[in-house]
């Protein structure tokens, strides 16, 4: 062992007092120099040594990565070939489906809606639904779908189920789900809603709005093509509403325990009536959809799941506009809403009856959606 500078080198003793002699000390430097060199050598190949564990650490990421988009990308696939290919009941067509994946699209947006919302949806499709050839028009030119959202009911093949295929015969604007519909049902409908709309039509976003609410396409559009270069977003109105423990009350939330003491506020989420995530989203719900934890309130849910995640939330007032005069006098100041409801209602009160005023109140215009350049 060397032990050279401040730590003493060894020499021998005569009678107890140190002698060092001229070829001792010749010696002991030759001695110094061997152990300078040594731990210069030692010094060096320890840097080469981080070195190559630093590049060996940016190699195992980057190819984590690589394995990790590429995952996503098989999942998506498999998705899309087990829901075209399994008889799920898919309004869409296989030769539709085939088709559609050729080409991108800017967003699909899903109308929740239920059986018993047969005048919500007429309601829809006469004020912002493009129908007919506009409709396909819409998907055409502007890479734009719009789909009513509906599973079967208990009894597939029931009058239920029956009446949804005779409307969808007449109008060819529903998505059919593999799910059995109820309303506490919802944060599983969602879950298949974005799984099913990710694997048929390869979209930059994917929006989510309930049957009772306006909503003005081309706002939208422009509202979510500023983000369009950003891989991963979650776009809707964020809140944070009470965890509500008392059994009975409306949005009761069984495992309230989970939020902590009693009353205590939900994690930050986009509230339900309308909201929009990215593509890298919805190929992630697809893919872990199995262990994705579903609560008793589907926003809750939605949120939940992006807990953890890197994801941006972004919190835009314009997707939750007041019905008239709210959203008209933003409209008069140009500041166009994307979606208008009244808050009492989670929805348009009444929106079979009303919807039509606020569409003529609050909508941005036909002409809008076909000027527009997305």
């Not at 006469?126 to 998907?139: D, F, N, V, Y």
């Not at 959202?149 to 409307?167: F, M, N, P, Q, Y």
């Not at 599983?188 to 909503?215: E, G, M, Q």
């Amino acid at each position: 062992m060397c032990k050279i500078g401040n730590r003493m080198g060894t020499v021998p003793e005569s009678k107890g007092i140190m002698q060092t002699t001229a070829v001792e000390a010749e010696k002991l430097k030759l001695i110094s120099e061997g152990c300078n060199l040594k731990a210069k050598e030692e010094k060096h190949v320890s840097k080469d040594i981080i070195g190559e564990v630093f590049k060996t650490q940016h190699a195992i990421q980057t190819f984590d990565k690589t394995i990790s988009n590429l995952e996503m990308e098989l999942a998506a696939a498999r998705a899309a070939q087990e829901s075209l290919l399994s008889g799920s009941p898919f309004s869409t067509d296989v030769s539709t489906a085939e088709s559609s994946s050729k080409r991108k699209y800017l967003m699909v947006i899903g109308i929740n809606t239920a059986f018993s919302s047969r005048t919500r949806r007429d309601s829809v499709r006469a004020t912002w639904m493009p129908q007919g050839e506009k409709r396909k028009k819409l998907e055409d030119e502007k890479g734009i779908i719009v789909r009513f959202v509906i599973g079967h009911s208990a009894t597939t093949g029931g009058i239920l189920d029956r009446a949804i295929e005779a409307e969808d015969k007449k109008h060819g604007d529903f998505l059919r789900l593999d799910h059995v519909e109820g309303y506490l049902e919802l944060s599983a409908k969602t879950k298949i809603y974005f799984a099913t709309a990710v694997a048929l039509w390869d979209a930059d976003f994917y929006v989510k709005v309930d049957d009772d609410v306006h909503v003005n396409i081309a706002t939208l559009g422009e509202t979510l093509v500023r983000h369009r270069k950003k891989p991963r977003v979650y776009i809707g109105c964020m809140k944070s509403g009470p965890v509500l423990s008392q059994k009975g009350v409306r949005y009761h939330e069984p495992e309230h325990w989970k939020f902590g003491e009693a009353g205590n506020k939900y994690f930050r989420h986009a509230t339900g009536q309308l909201y929009a995530i990215s593509k890298d989203m919805a190929t992630y719900i697809s893919i872990n959809q199995h262990v994705l934890h579903k609560y008793a309130n589907e926003d809750v849910s939605l949120g939940s799941w992006f807990i953890g995640l890197d994801v941006e939330h972004i919190d835009d007032r314009r997707l939750c506009c007041g019905t008239p005069p709210d959203c008209e006098w933003k409209a008069q100041a140009g500041n166009i809403c994307v979606a208008s409801f009244d808050w009492s209602c989670s929805g348009i009160c009444r929106s079979a009856n009303r919807i039509k005023e606020v569409h003529r109140r609050c909508g941005e215009g036909e002409n809008a959606l076909w000027s527009a350049t997305f």
